[in-house]
């Protein structure tokens, strides 16, 4: 297994970040990724430049969302000052919808890049109209305090708060007042995010395959009732590569039921475009991204449909190819 370090140090290359202190990813002990700092604090990074020295993809990536795993909150640059190439454009777009996705993390739009007297340079000129060129400031959400509050009551009634009844008098007059909204046909868990079918980011994918099968009425859309109903469509997937002439429906498929569940069970038209997306991707920890954005995707949807086998009994790690 790759190991991968981030070592606060000089920057390595040269140029104008020359002499600034740079976060620098090294894979194997050998320098990989480097982001200069034009802050003076290591824990809060305002990025000066940021420059791959392998020709790996995704390394950028990789160094930004290990710096914010860390706790290290980032800003891509000053709004209103500094400029936004092409590729940090799409770069910083693929990481702000990786942060948005996950909900340890948080995006602030910070104000547009200025790139004012660039119009002319090549790694400019495909950006100078974007009207979304912003900058972003990523970083971890704080964690609550945790407070004993007594079961069932508002936090400000069990602390004792002696406005609490006051407070509680206009929470519920608010409550009255407004609507939620929710969507037609949708559970109202749904409709506000939360519940068992809106956890979408897990350490490890071990652990997503087997909260999936734990929870799988829910989780496949009711496709799959029971886990053993998944672990006989297993078994037909099986008998039909010994007969090719068997036909399992595309729905009845783990595969299928699998890649729809990590995309987040997205809707297309007849012209293969995204019409409606239920869920966000699902994140794992272990692969530093999303499922839409991971690059070896084939290998991302094999591991979870293997883990699945694997936990059902189906099959165990050697015989699993």
Known sequence: MDKFELK??????KGYSKGYPSWNLYKNDKLTAALSNDSKK?????????????????????????????????????????????????????IN???????????????????????????????????????YKWEKKLVKESINFKRGLDPKISKGDQNSINYLQKKTKQAMG?????ERGLDPKDSLKIGIRNKRSFKTVRECAQFFIDNI??????RFKTKEELKEAFNRMDKTKKNPGDVVPAMSSPLRMSKDYLDGFIERDNRGETVNQKYPPIYIEEWGTDF??????????????????IILGIHNHKEVK
Request: net charge positive.
């Open 8 to 13: 606060y140090e000089k920057w390595p290359g």
């Open 178 to 182: 407004e609507s939620l909204h929710f």
């Open 42 to 94: 290591k824990d809060h990074v305002i990025i000066r430049h940021l420059e791959k020295f392998s020709d790996e993809k995704g390394l950028g990536i990789k160094l930004v969302l290990m710096l914010l795993k860390k706790g290290v909150v980032i800003e891509t640059g000053k709004p209103n000052y500094n400029s936004i190439s092409t590729s940090a454009y799409y770069m910083n777009k693929k």
């Open 97 to 135: 919808d990786i942060v948005n996705n996950n909900p340890n993390y948080k995006s602030t739009t910070l104000g547009k890049a200025n790139n004012e007297g660039k119009e002319d340079e090549e790694k400019y000129k495909d950006v100078i109209n974007k009207s979304d060129n912003y900058h």
């Open 217 to 222: 009425g829910k989780l496949s859309e009711g």
């Open 292 to 309: 839409h954005h991971k690059l070896e995707k084939l290998q991302g949807l094999r591991d979870f449909h293997v883990d699945l086998q």
